[in-house]
């Protein structure tokens, strides 16, 4: 099997194992554990916790002593494990711990599985980074809609049985990230290492780049965006049910798979970077990933599941846009701009600004504000909340285009294929 089908393989189970549960587990909390709205954002916040320090830690383990790939295994077995034990728990408090172990198994390997592509594709005499690594993962988005469809097909989007799902699944991927091509660690210590080089926290000096620093901290407010929709987009479409001309529509009965379409849109918007990413640059691409944020929002703001129809579907559609051009010209940007000693690192202190600061911004800000400010006799006001989010989004962009400064160079994108 080549080096490319390999790594979509991969990517495919990467995003499955958690896809199976990450958009339903909000009807498994509300709808079948009948738990507090509060603590829910609690659960989102979890792989934001997680975040803060995993894919670091991980990166520099994977940079200075283990096979990044070995490294990958091991983490997805135990995440297994921890899925498998999770639909036993009996109250939200020790859901939340539980599902907090899991997280930290989980949430290091997305930017492990990114170090493992590029290395992967760099030792390919025949590949080209920038071109080959798009269509590599959007067979990830695909994992994630197929884990999506067989949870709601097989009417597990409100059962712990989504959970043994995605826990066999990563079991699987365990197992198979050992057959891998080698990805072994690239620093070198040398006897006249500083403190900071030995612990392998070179990667931290990035914050010290007045672009970088800004390109994290921003990355950390689209990481907010991006747990706003997983972890209100589903129940939003579900409670719909609860108006009386809904109750029977198709967007009820098959909430998840309406969702799906963001996926959808993503396999179509992931093959489009390398176009914009070397017309347009970072900057550009960025940009547009926030103001298509305004748009997801703006449009959930104003849908329905009849004649609004139309909206919903052009929210899922445009969120392809929003979570690619954000993510994956992320993560290959910082790729092009990062010494491969501090591949791993890099990309982990990527993974901690969005899924970790980004992650518990977004979660515990959205659970606290929406039970607080929109939510009146037990009914959330969906569209006061969803106008809320596509404000947020707008101030960002706006906040991004003027002080975010970066001349795009064509060249310097072209010199991460090698």
């Known amino acids: 099997m080549s080096i490319k089908n390999r790594l979509i393989v991969m990517n495919f189970f990467q995003f499955f194992v958690w896809g199976a549960w990450l958009i339903t587990i909000a009807n498994f909390w509300f709808g079948t554990k009948h738990w507090e709205g509060t603590q829910f954002g609690l659960v989102f916040g979890t792989m934001g916790i997680a975040s803060l320090f995993m894919p670091t830690i991980t990166g520099i383990i994977a940079d200075r002593w283990v096979n990044a790939e070995k490294l990958y295994g091991v983490l997805h077995i135990l995440y297994a494990i921890v899925l498998f034990f999770l639909p036993q728990i009996t109250t939200p408090d020790n859901f939340i711990y539980v599902m907090l172990l899991a997280m930290c198994f989980y949430m290091p390997t997305i930017a492990l599985s990114n170090s493992i592509s590029y290395n992967g594709l760099k030792n390919s005499p025949d590949s080209d980074v920038v071109k080959d690594f798009p269509p590599i993962r959007v067979w990830g988005t695909i994992g994630f809609i197929a884990a999506m469809w067989i949870t709601n097909l097989t009417g597990n989007k409100a059962t712990a049985y989504q959970f043994y799902i995605a826990g066999i699944a990563a079991v699987l991927l365990g197992l198979y990230s050992f057959t891998l091509p080698k990805c072994k660690p690239q ?71 309406i969702m799906s379409i963001s996926q959808i849109s993503e396999t179509l918007f992931i093959l489009a970077i390398p176009f914009f990413l070397k017309r347009f640059g970072i900057k550009q691409v960025m940009l547009i990933s926030m103001l298509a944020w305004v748009l997801r929002f703006g449009l959930f703001a104003y849908g329905n599941p009849t004649d609004g129809l139309w909206m919903i579907i052009m929210s899922c559609v445009v969120y392809g846009m929003a979570f690619d051009f954000f993510n994956i010209s992320g993560s290959l940007f910082v790729e092009t701009t990062t010494d491969s000693k501090i591949r791993s690192s890099a990309q982990g202190l990527f993974m901690m600004m969005t899924n970790g600061f980004g992650a518990v911004l977004g979660s515990f800000t959205s659970g606290w504000a929406i039970q607080k400010f929109f939510t009146h006799d037990g009914v959330r006001d969906w569209h006061t909340i969803w106008l809320s989010f596509s404000a947020y989004a707008l101030v960002i962009a706006i906040l991004f285009a003027i002080f975010f400064k970066h001349k795009h160079n064509p060249e310097e994108v072209a010199n991460v294929s090698h």
């Not at 010290?208 to 972890?231: D, P, R, V």
């Open 187 to 257: 620093h070198t210590k040398s006897d006249n290492s500083s403190f900071v080089e030995s612990m392998g926290l070179e990667a931290f000096r990035l914050f010290g780049n007045y672009k970088m620093a800004l390109f994290f901290i921003f990355s950390m407010f689209l990481g907010g965006a991006l747990q706003l929709t997983n972890a209100y987009g589903d129940v939003f479409l579900d409670e719909f049910k609860s108006v009386p001309e809904y109750t029977d529509s198709f967007v009820v009965k098959y909430s998840t798979i």
